[in-house]
């Protein structure tokens, strides 16, 4: 999480404050973040602050990457210092392209929060309790949760941790902290520009020069085709999310491309930016090299694997479509 500081007692004008919250980090790496802050305080003045916060409230959960850190945003208002009044939310698996001040300057106009539409959806979540199902709108705008710029003094004012923890436990989430976001904040959620949560697989196809339909099926994302284009032609963060876009820490080869019509690796330039500013990191430098070199050691047998994957769901899809046609020769025959 990032907070910008605007002045005022004990604190720079214009130094940012990063909150790192996670449920695992160790003294040692606590010590490296204020060393990493240090350094880069020479080129902008900046605080590095850890939270090592307990996972338990969330157990029985639904796990995203085997993990329940992805519910701590949820939490934040009540982690970070009640003087912090705005904060932006940052997932990990982004890269930033531009100058943050800008976002900083938004208006929330009273919203709880701020956040880029992501393709909206008609499921249900199954009730825990004797309650009824919850049906999201298929009409009303539904958010990625990966980058929001958060009214902390009006969630902690409308006392939205409590709502979404009730939220949790009365309802079985598919999306994580990012379905409790989006009921328990319906309709105090401002739209931002699509380009400040821009999924990495879009830049990708515009690079290929794919068509992009913000319409799938009955789903679609709350932007004009012009308005998305633009965003595509120069965005302010990359989101790496999904199932589709490997992490830029992981290999290139793990992830391939059917949507792309092609079993080629998923590579695209902004990896390699990625890399660079990775590579440069004050005090984590020499891990990052390192995890680099493993996994280009790894490369080709992950190439494999994955390959070997994709064709066999590509065998049995073309089992399954054989099977069909064969049981409806066989009852054709048999009328």
Known sequence: MLQK????????EGKYIFHILSDNITSKNQKRFQTLAKELSKTY???????LVSDKEFQGYPKLHNSYTTY?????????????????????????LCDLRELFKTD????????????????????????????FDKNAPYYNAGVMLLNLRKWRDENME??????????????????????IAKNQILTLNPKWNLGAFYALALEKNLA????????????????????????????????????????????INPPLNSYTPFYHHSIQKWWEIALNTPEFSKDL????????REDLQQYSNTL???????????????QEIENVLYNHSHN
């Open 5 to 12: 500081c605007g002045g005022g007692q004990n604190r720079q």
């Open 45 to 51: 003045p900046c605080e590095i602050f850890t939270y």
């Open 72 to 96: 701590l945003r949820l939490k934040s208002a009540s982690i970070l210092p009640s003087d912090i009044t705005t904060c932006l939310y940052l997932d990990t698996d982004i890269l930033v």
């Open 108 to 135: 929330l106009k009273g919203n709880l929060l701020a956040a880029v539409g992501d393709f909206n959806t008609d499921k249900t979540l199954p009730s825990r309790t004797s309650l009824s199902p919850y049906a």
């Open 162 to 183: 409590s709502k979404a923890l009730n939220f949790l436990k009365t309802y079985e989430v598919h999306y994580h902290d990012q379905d409790t976001i989006n009921a």
């Open 212 to 255: 992009i339909n913000l319409n799938c099926g009955e789903y679609f994302l709350p932007y004009t085709q012009e308005t998305f284009k633009e965003a595509l032609k120069n965005p302010a963060i990359l989101h790496y999310l999904g199932n589709i876009t490997p992490k830029p820490w992981e290999s290139i080869y793990s992830k």
């Open 289 to 296: 090299i390192a995890l680099k070199l493993q996994i280009e």
């Open 308 to 322: 070997s994957k994709a064709l066999q769901e590509r065998d049995n899809f073309f089992l399954q479509k054989i």
